[in-house]
């Protein structure tokens, strides 16, 4: 019995959802999550709902849909690409994501925008451009984003890697002109480039393409919704639009958000990691009236279709789910490195503690490993140093998979080893977490996120004050708990009480014996520890001999 099953109940519960005239389902950000979360602990069951379960979703609801004579459009906003192992643990010579792109590729999505994630590096973005923008016939939108091709003819040419715009008429007779937008992104691979949205607004084409009124304005975005640059292309269609609908849907922080830019427009953020399953609810008219939820990604969630476990599974829905387990096993993601005996947690609990993952990675796991790859040095005084962010999600009870690696540690450690003076050495770690981070493995990008998306969870667990059980009186389950800026009341669709959440060093370390030491920092941070031995003592510390990579 899978996960999903397990949890799936024929009873009902929550409010339904409220319909309007034009409807939305939207996704971020799914970073290769297409399974959802397959572990028992929570609250990995709130989001064990898989892409083919999602493509079910949306076949029912556009049938629901069409019996009201409304309009679902179903869209997403970048990022699919690193973070699990169904898109990043590619056999050697493939190319990240190509193999879940394929899959993903069958959804019935109306309009799609390229994320931050998809222009790391030049062939993931060559891919998105060959292989996977143009099975979306026009609906996949890079208004601001280009790559550099050479054409079948051998010239050299800069191009949209998808379409910068698309204008469709919608079921329901609808007029829709609809943008992808990315944020002022600067960490793009070479061959491609990122055009600042301040600078887009103002080209020709930009303005003819807003020029002809529509029945609403569709801007899709790999952008915060709130304090980013969508005001930026909001006021320019606004200024020659004031009354037509805008909705608009971001990404990239990893929140749940919303914000009304005024009183006829929506903007729109859904989470990260196929947790959530966002929906808009307009209803159009001289007063518009706006609604927002924010859906966990389950299957009982998905009882606003009004299904059974008889009835929601659709072909294709299943046939995708069952593509996506067929990738897991070629790319062996299964493969078991041994049994975890217990819950670790990257932030739920302080640093340090027993329950701690940088704890766990820091104490246990980095003093086995680096003795045993270098045992001549094995006797060496010494002082391990890592980036705590390497470490990217928690490690739940049971089989730790080749799966879970890609999860919680994506980045390949370099571990330098350095000869340094016990003086210096043994004030190595308080100087790194002084002087913030030097990093060459973490983006300036994925730490913004990371802050973001922290300061969100913080302040639910720090704030909260609504109950801890349901209506019936069973404890609520852990999970997010949303305030945003939209009107409706609170957006989730299923209560839970908040997960607790602790601040992190921003580096982790360890000593083993005193006297002259040798500091063995991972690659991500050796610049910094080298920067503050030049600037303690004005000299550089000596290499050791070779590197070791885990």
Known sequence: MSLADFHYRDTTFGLPLEWGDVNFIHTTDTHGWLLGHQKFSEPEPNASGTLGDLYSFIHHMKELAATRGADLLVVDSGDMHDGNGLSDGFPEGGVNGHETNKIFARMPYDALAIGNHELYKYPITLDVYKNFAPKWKGRYLTSNVNITVVSPSGQVKNVPVGERYTKFTTSQGRKVTALGVLFKFANYAQNTTVQEPELLVAEKWFQEVIEEEPDFFLLLGHMAVYEDNWPVVFAAIRQRHPNTPIFIFGGHTHIRDCVMLD?????????????????????????????????????????????TTVNFDTPEGAAITRGLWDLAAKFRLGSTFGLVPKDYYLDRVPYPSEDSVVSLFIDKVLPIVLPASNPERAGVPSIILANAG??????????????????????KNSFQYLTLPYGIGKHLLRRLNEFGAYSQAVTDDDAFVASRYNAWRKKQYESFSGSLVDATG????????????????????????????????????????HGPVEAIPSEAIQMGVRSIYRRDEGRTCTTGIGSESQ
């Open 390 to 411: 390497s470490q990217r999600f928690d490690v739940f009870k049971g089989p730790f998979t080749r799966n879970d690696e890609f999860i919680v540690s994506p980045f």
């Open 263 to 307: 009183d006829r427009s929506m903007a729109l953020e859904s989470g990260r990691y196929m947790e959530t399953v966002g929906a808009t609810l307009p209803s159009k008219g001289k007063d518009m009236k706006f609604s927002r939820r924010y859906l966990d990604n389950n299957r009982v969630t998905y009882y606003h279709t009004n299904t």
């Open 474 to 513: 069973e404890p609520l389950t852990l999970g997010y708990v949303t305030t945003d800026q939209c009107p409706g009341g609170p957006g989730d669709d299923t209560p839970h009480r908040p997960i607790p959440v602790f601040d992190a060093p921003g580096y982790a370390g360890i000593q083993r014996s």
